[in-house]
């Protein structure tokens, strides 16, 4: 029991449909500890007291005001990652939605049994959008990153494999694709992953893809 319990992962939710909020539930594996709250309020509320490690909000919520709303709530949780889930949306929509702290667009349509893939990939520090999401997020961030001389040199002096991988990242690729493109292991990519963040002093993936996709 007391195994289980540590490898819970703690997740909230806002799905203001009812019926869709149960089908979720039943589709998530045991291993989440779901909370579900009416609005985006409540759930803050309860952030003061528990910080989940996943939060899934539907889109319906930011309609019209993504810019403010994902953002505060983003800020607020900044220990969570958000995932959003909706109808199909135009990739403009989904692009804001990243630019304003979500790790990813879940499309309603999908089978509820690749949620939890999305959440897992999310958990691991990856996003979950179709790929041409993230190269039309890279292009539309227009400004230049200031690179400090401290990344200049840790540009140096990664090796060639983590440039490879560093690379691919710009590209919109995955771990898993990564792997198959370099023929290496995910656990690989990962590690990689981990050092280039390090030596680069960069928080997650898709900073590492605006910084390449600009050097290139």
């Known amino acids: 029991m007391n195994e289980t319990t540590m490898t819970q992962t703690c997740l909230f ?27 985006i309020a409540s759930l803050l ?15 319906s919520l ?9 953002s505060a709530l983003a800020q607020q949780c900044e220990g969570s990652r ?3 889930i909706g109808p ?18 879940f499309n309603q349509e999908l089978a509820l049994d690749k949620l939890d893939d999305a959440m897992q990939l999310i958990m691991n520090g990856e996003v979950w959008v179709e790929r041409h999401v993230i190269s039309g ?7 230049k990153p200031e690179i400090s001389d401290a990344q200049r040199q ?10 490879e991988v560093a690379k691919l990242v710009s590209h919109g690729a995955t771990n898993k694709m990564i792997a198959r493109q370099l023929n290496i292991t995910e656990r690989t990519v990962k590690a990689h992953l981990t050092t280039i963040f390090q030596k ?17």
């Open 13 to 39: 939710m806002v799905i203001p449909d009812q019926n869709r909020l149960q089908a979720i539930k039943q589709a998530l594996p045991e291993h989440y500890d779901v909370n579900d709250f009416d609005n």
């Open 45 to 59: 509320s309860a952030v003061n007291e528990i910080s989940p490690q996943l939060i899934l909000c539907h889109q």
């Open 62 to 70: 930011f309609e019209g005001e993504m810019d403010h709303q994902l």
């Open 82 to 84: 958000v995932l959003i």
């Open 88 to 105: 199909p949306r135009p990739m403009a929509i989904q692009i804001e939605a990243l630019k304003q702290g979500a790790r990813g667009y």
């Open 137 to 143: 997020l890279i292009d539309e961030l227009t400004h």
């Open 154 to 163: 840790a540009l140096e002096s990664l090796s060639p494999k983590e440039t």
């Open 200 to 216: 680069m002093n960069l928080p997650d993936r898709l900073s590492l893809a605006i910084l390449f996709r600009d050097l290139r």
